[in-house]
Structures are given as structure tokens and as C-alpha cells.
């Protein structure tokens, strides 16, 4: 159960970072509201995860899946350009996520 809380809080990540860029320096409402929801819920997560899996692979399976889906968001919507190397790159992390998923 904690993995699949710490996969969900990963999404939860993302969620938050794209939508602290859509506040504009939280000018926004929306997008503000959504980033204090989904950061709170993301932490409260990863906290819980904490409690039955090791700090260091939940800190950094949680990590790598908000920034593997940030960076996946912000090229399907063109606000960064997609290339061969960054998805090699984020395939990359997502290899390693699952590598402590495999041996954790």
C-alpha cells in the first residue's frame, strides 16, 4: 500500500509544480489553490510512504516520477521543446525508479 501512495504522491508532485508555474508567482487563484491542495496531499504522502519504506528510495522515487511527469507535462504542451536526448534522459530516471523499486 505505502508504494502505491508514494507512486500517487509522485503524480501529486508533478501536479504541483506545473500548477505553481500556472500561478504566476501565485497571481492566479486556481492554479495557486491547486498547488496548496496538491503539495499538501503530495507531502502527506510521502510522509506516509516514510513510515515503511526507506527515507532515501521513497525521498527519491518521489522525486524522480514528479520530475520524469513535469518534464513530460511541460513538452506535450510546448512550454519546453521535446528531443530525443531529454526522453532518453528522463527514461533514464524513470530506470532508476524502478531499479529501487526492484531491489527495495
Known amino acids: 500500500m505505502e508504494w502505491v501512495i508514494l507512486i500517487l504522491s509522485g503524480v501529486l508532485e508533478a ?6 508555474g500556472a ?35 521513497a525521498y527519491a522515487v518521489w522525486v524522480g516520477i514528479g520530475a520524469v511527469l513535469t518534464a ?15 526522453v532518453a534522459l528522463l527514461l533514464g530516471i524513470i530506470g532508476c525508479v524502478v531499479g529501487l523499486k526492484a531491489i527495495g
Open 23 to 57: 500561478s504566476k508567482n501565485f497571481r492566479r487563484l486556481w492554479p495557486s489553490i491547486i498547488f496548496v491542495v496538491a503539495m499538501a496531499l503530495s507531502m502527506a504522502g510521502l510522509a506516509y510512504a516514510m513510515t515503511a519504506l526507506p527515507v532515501g528510495t
Open 15 to 20: 501536479v504541483w509544480a506545473t500548477a505553481l
Open 72 to 86: 513530460a507535462v511541460a513538452m506535450v504542451t510546448g512550454a519546453e521543446k521535446a528531443s530525443l536526448s531529454r
